[in-house]
């Protein structure tokens, strides 16, 4: 009963950093997204995957990279960590399917760059 | 340019009242909506959702209302409980073309900022 699993939860880095954040779900939904959460901004769309084999950029893609390791995982890297990038970050999936899905999240991993 | 606004921060009802929490949104390309709520230190846990071919959606307590011409839809909790303090987020998406799973836009969601609902008990 899984669901989304992001690693780790915490992390703390220094400017200049890198990391990767580990995403895994377990519905084999086709979809999986990688979203940033920001006090009083709601959560923005980094980066996305329709479907395995395929990302694409989603409103906040500058200063990360991500890669669709298999249909289960999806990775989101910091190439080189800014303070600017400290926040919340959450890992979703959904189906891809006629009619509209919703997206399962994951619980985040919080990030601090210092 | 926010596409979709929640413009009251926080909401404070009495246990047993009825919730009513707001969202805007500007581009008229939107045609799904749902509304997640967030519970500290956890991930945004899908709540209702509604299609722009319908009005109104019920689940038990919650029920989702959609005004296309104004651009608005509302979350109403009846009756509220205190177990239902979080922040609600409203969030929207466009369609895939033709009804099929395909589109570049397909199930990219569009989130407004979040209401934070306290209910005293």
């Known amino acids: 009963n899984a669901g989304v699993t992001q690693t780790p939860k915490f992390q703390v880095l220094k400017t200049g950093q890198s990391m990767t954040l580990q995403c895994a779900q377990d519905?084999?939904?086709?979809?999986m997204y990688w979203y940033r959460q920001d006090p009083g901004m709601g959560l923005r769309l980094i980066y996305y995957?329709?479907?395995?084999?395929?990302?694409d950029k989603g409103e906040v893609p500058n200063g990360y990279n991500v890669s669709r390791l298999n249909k289960r995982e999806f990775s989101l890297r910091l190439e080189s960590a800014a303070p600017s990038q400290t926040s919340v970050y959450f890992c979703?999936?959904?189906?891809?399917?006629?009619?509209?899905?919703?997206?399962?999240f994951g619980d985040g991993t919080r990030l601090s760059i210092l | 340019d926010q596409q979709v606004k929640q413009n009251s921060p926080s909401l404070s009802v009495q246990e047993g009242r009825i919730s009513i929490l707001n969202c805007d949104y500007t581009?008229?390309?939107?045609?799904?909506f749902l509304w997640y709520k967030k519970y500290p230190a956890e991930g945004p846990t899908f709540l209702i959702s509604?299609?722009?071919?319908?009005d109104k959606n019920e689940d038990g307590r919650f029920t989702v209302f959609l005004n296309k011409s104004a651009k608005h839809l509302s979350l109403h909790i009846v009756p509220s409980q205190p177990g239902d303090s979080a922040v609600y987020f409203c969030?929207?998406?466009?369609?895939?073309?033709?009804?099929?799973?395909?589109?570049?836009?397909?199930?990219?969601?569009?989130f407004g900022q979040g209401t934070i609902l306290t209910v005293h008990p």
């Open positions: 509604i299609s722009s071919i319908k």
């Open positions: 581009n008229s390309m939107f045609d799904y």
């Open positions: 519905m084999n939904h086709n979809s």
């Open positions: 969030a929207a998406s466009v369609a895939a073309l033709g009804g099929h799973a395909g589109g570049t836009s397909y199930g990219k969601l569009t």
């Open positions: 979703a999936s959904s189906e891809r399917k006629e009619g509209n899905q919703p997206q399962h």
């Open positions: 995957s329709a479907s395995e084999g395929t990302t």
